[in-house]
């Protein structure tokens, strides 16, 4: 992955383009599991592995596109 280091002003780019990736990431992966949960469809614990496994996700795919992107 040496092709797309990050160095100089484009490091803290990608530090703060990563973070707030994962801090919505995160907001969503509480909102969903806690909405699955509170239906009551759901058990606490599978609520909460759905949620974990959408943040993963979006995690992923948007800072592989913005974070990551080829220059």
Known sequence: HRDRRL???GFLRGLISFCII???GAIASVGIS???EG???LSW????TF???ISAVWNYAV???VT???R
Not at 45 to 48: E, K, M, T, Y
């Open 7 to 9: 160095v100089g002003w």
């Open 63 to 65: 800072s592989s596109v």
């Open 45 to 48: 614990w599978l609520a909460g």
């Open 22 to 24: 994962c801090a919505i």
């Open 39 to 41: 239906t009551g469809r």
């Open 34 to 36: 806690g909405f699955l």
């Open 68 to 70: 990551w992107k080829r």
């Open 51 to 53: 949620g974990a496994a």
